[in-house]
T-cell receptor, first 114, second 108 residues
Framework: DADVTQTPRNRITKTGKRIMLECSQT?????MYWYRQDPGLGLRLIYY???????NKGEISDGYSVSRQAQAKFSLSLESAIPNQTALYFC?????????????FGPGTRLTVL | KNEVEQSPQNLTAQEGEFITINCSYS?????LHWLQQHPGGGIVSLFM???GKKKHGRLIATINIQEKHSSLHITASHPRDSAVYIC??????????FGTGTSLTVIP
């Protein structure tokens, strides 16, 4: 089984709908991240959490919110989806106790907002 | 404003060639990461370094803190190395910025 899972893997929705993307990890890591990837713009950080009680905004947090329900779960919500939120979304985890802070990425969620 | 700049954007090489991908960054970086994104979209972390040099198989990453520059080298390139290579770093203020990636194609 994959260490970092994302659900759903693909989602098509309409403008104005509320969407939740979920991320779960079995690696026991304390740090979790949400990124989006757009063609030509690369990856950008949306939100990150260094532990369950810690939530931080990234470069492009406007229009998004997150919830760290447990150490293993980090959800990303789009309260009212708009077409320019169409992108590939990645969740990642890392371990602050490790020497390398290597990030482990989920497989991605392709979101299309019509 | 792009905190992390990569070059080249695209690179085509013959199998067996030595490949170098460059990454330059602005002040305030605490650690630099090299990532590989496979044609199917999956992302794998290759290296994290804050000084010196690291080697893993045919991959070598170096960083020069004074010059704010890092390089990723691939020795004896192979078609399976074809992917997008991305550098990224943690900057002052706890923000993580990515380069736009270098798309590498290795031809048999």
């Amino acid at each position: 089984d994959a260490d970092v899972t994302q659900t759903p893997r693909n989602r098509i929705t309409k403008t104005g709908k509320r969407i939740m993307l979920e991320c779960s990890q079995t690696k026991g890591h304390d740090r979790m991240y949400w990124y989006r990837q757009d063609p030509g713009l690369g990856l950008r950080l949306i939100y990150y959490s260094f532990d369950v009680k810690d939530i931080n905004k990234g470069e492009i947090s406007d229009g998004y919110s997150v919830s760290r329900q447990a150490q293993a779960k980090f959800s990303l919500s789009l309260e009212s989806a708009i077409p320019n939120q169409t992108a590939l979304y990645f969740c990642a985890t890392s371990d602050s106790a490790g020497r390398t802070d290597t990030q482990y990425f989920g497989p991605g969620t392709r979101l299309t907002v019509l | 404003k792009n905190e992390v700049e990569q070059s080249p954007q695209n690179l085509t090489a013959q199998e067996g060639e030595f490949i170098t991908i460059n990454c330059s960054y602005s002040v305030g970086i605490s650690a630099l990461h090299w990532l590989q994104q496979h044609p199917g979209g999956g992302i794998v972390s290759l290296f994290m370094l804050s000084s010196g040099k690291k080697k893993h198989g045919r991959l070598i990453a170096t960083i020069n803190i004074q010059e704010k520059h890092s390089s990723l080298h691939i020795t004896a390139s192979h078609p399976r190395d074809s992917a997008v290579y991305i550098c990224a770093g943690w900057f002052t203020g706890n923000q993580f910025y990515f380069g736009t990636g270098t798309s590498l194609t290795v031809i048999p």
